[in-house]
């Protein structure tokens, strides 16, 4: 998914065919999209007001789940992760992209249990999203304990 023109409304929004595969570097793993949350920073990012991140990608997209498609480094097995592994984490944008390059200390393996859809947006979107409502809990229960 590409914006028209690198900024705009979400009308502005299209398939980009041209979007190149990347070259996956040795600390990276290429994973195959299979889902992606939609956030405030990728709306930001949508309309050009998304800070320090336009210089490392036009392609929104911080949050992702997939399929490791290529290991960089081949070989390296110390690190665990192989082509087919099922993962999700968080990225510095382009998790809209059909294929990502993703820094393998960001990977999180997918739990069987969950969906590729439920995981994808789990990062930034649904911590985020429970991270205030949660926090006021905690304040309120140590005051409690405190009195």
Request: glycine letters at 12%; proline letters at 4%; charged letters at 20%.
């Amino acid at each position: 998914v590409d914006v028209k023109n690198g900024a705009g409304p979400a009308s502005a929004l299209f398939i980009n065919d041209a979007t190149p595969i990347p070259i996956v570097n040795e600390v990276e793993c290429l994973v195959r999209v299979k889902a992606f949350g939609i956030n405030r920073g990728d709306m930001l990012h949508r309309d050009g007001k998304y800070p320090n991140i336009g210089h490392l990608t036009k392609i929104m997209g911080l949050e992702f789940s997939g399929v490791i498609a290529r290991v960089g480094a081949e070989g390296e097995t110390s690190d665990g992760w192989k082509v087919g592994d099922e993962v999700f984490g968080l990225l510095y944008g382009g998790g809209y992209a059909e294929y990502v390059n993703v820094n393998k200390r960001m990977l999180i393996r997918k739990p069987k249990e969950l969906s590729f859809e439920e995981l994808g947006g789990l990062c930034e979107v649904g911590f985020m999203s429970s991270l205030h409502p949660n926090a006021f809990v905690l304040i309120m229960l140590q005051q409690r304990e405190q009195n």
